[in-house]
């Protein structure tokens, strides 16, 4: 048994991010996350004692529950709340929600009956983990954590590890870029993926700006995207688009 987990939220909404854009995806948001990306823009505290759920999807009728949470009564919180056959999937994010394998390794086998199954928001660092749940996943969203973005060393090696596991599934990587992006990171970028399998899809995300951070100019964006072609032959430049429509 895992003990239950510490939730931030719980809503249906259409995937904002990557490559499944407009998909009606259930997201789980657990708390807590090993990184300290400057950008993020859900940073939380990793043990809230309470979480919200969206009743009506778009409504922000949240209800406000207990944390922890077992997994079981998540389970049972989805079927009651959400008509999962309309989804394409149930996404896990967070915080980074590999750093709760044995919650999830209990929790996935109950949840059933979405389109394709469950899709893992990952910022690619914990491959050991990514390994032991390689199973009840689907599809893996990876990050790549470029330093000029999140002002933290980019985890090269871990990084490639990391993708070397997911490239078993479905996968494809997203990089947030800044002003600060250069091309030499995006060469390193499309290297790695090329060194694991050049097929694997790399989206651009330019960063939403906020909290000090500034979004990269168009022009060097087009740049971006040009240095990654060069070396791969799938790279979509795909802003927060969420944000635009003021979804969750
Ligand atoms: C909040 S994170 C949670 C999953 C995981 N920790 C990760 O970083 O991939 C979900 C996604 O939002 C992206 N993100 C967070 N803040 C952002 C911002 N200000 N602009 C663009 N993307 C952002 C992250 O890079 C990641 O792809
Ligand atoms: N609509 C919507 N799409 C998303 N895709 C990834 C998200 C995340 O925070 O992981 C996210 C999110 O927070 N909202
Ligand atoms: S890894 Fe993801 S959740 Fe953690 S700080 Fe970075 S963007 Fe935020
Ligand atoms: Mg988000």
Not at 10 to 37: D, T, W
Not at 103 to 116: E, H, N, S, V, W
Not at 125 to 153: F, N, R, V
Not at 226 to 247: F, N, W
């Amino acid at each position: 048994m895992s003990g239950g987990v510490h939730l931030q939220e719980v809503f249906s909404s259409v995937q904002g991010e990557g490559p499944l854009v407009g998909c009606r995806h259930i997201f789980i948001r657990l708390a807590g996350c090993n990184l300290k990306c400057v950008y993020c823009d859900t940073p939380v505290e990793p043990f809230p004692p309470l979480w919200r759920l969206e009743k009506n999807p778009g409504r922000r009728d949240f209800i406000t529950l207990n944390n922890p949470v077992e997994a079981a009564s998540l389970a049972a919180v989805l079927s009651d709340h959400y008509q999962l056959n309309l989804h394409h999937a149930v996404s896990l994010t967070g915080g980074e929600p590999l750093l709760h394998t044995p919650f999830l390794k209990q929790l996935l086998p109950l949840i059933g009956g979405t389109r394709a199954g469950i899709l893992l928001e990952t910022n690619g660092t914990l491959p050991d983990q990514l390994a032991s749940l390689l199973d009840s996943l689907d599809i893996i969203s990876m990050d790549i954590k470029l330093a000029s973005a999140t002002g933290q060393p980019t985890p090269w090696a871990v990084h490639k590890k990391f993708l070397a596991v997911a490239a078993q599934k479905q996968v494809y990587v997203k990089v947030v870029i800044s002003e600060h992006t250069t091309e030499s990171e995006i060469e390193q970028t499309g290297r790695l993926i090329e060194s694991i399998n050049p097929q694997i899809e790399l989206i651009l995300q330019p960063v939403s700006a906020g909290g000090g951070v500034v979004a990269p100019a168009v022009d060097k964006v087009l740049r971006l995207q040009e240095c990654a072609l060069k070396i791969l032959p799938g790279v979509r430049v795909i802003p927060q688009t969420h944000l635009m429509m003021g979804q969750l």
